[in-house]
């Protein structure tokens, strides 16, 4: 039997897919936190679980933290509050 070991390129692809499938899911998270959607033992675990990408919407260069706060705020409730707090500068 002639068995092939996966490839660097083929791990590298999945690493990647992985990384995007984690970044994209962040805001569908968080709008069915917000919108009540999922049990309320859900939220801290959304929180914890995506804790990196809060932290860089925070701390991360500008540009970032609007992209993510706009992308938070797609499809959440419609209210003159954010989602998440924000550093002052931000807006």
Known sequence: MNQRNPSIGFV???M???ALVYVFSF???V???D???LPSWSK???SIVYDPVFWTSMAGPRPIRKLI???AELGAKRRAERVYDLPSDVD
């Open 12 to 14: 590298a692809t999945l």
């Open 31 to 33: 709008w069915l936190v």
């Open 69 to 71: 706060t706009w992308y």
């Open 16 to 18: 990647a897919a992985a």
């Open 44 to 46: 801290p675990v959304v």
């Open 35 to 37: 919108r009540e959607l």
């Open 27 to 29: 805001g569908p998270s």
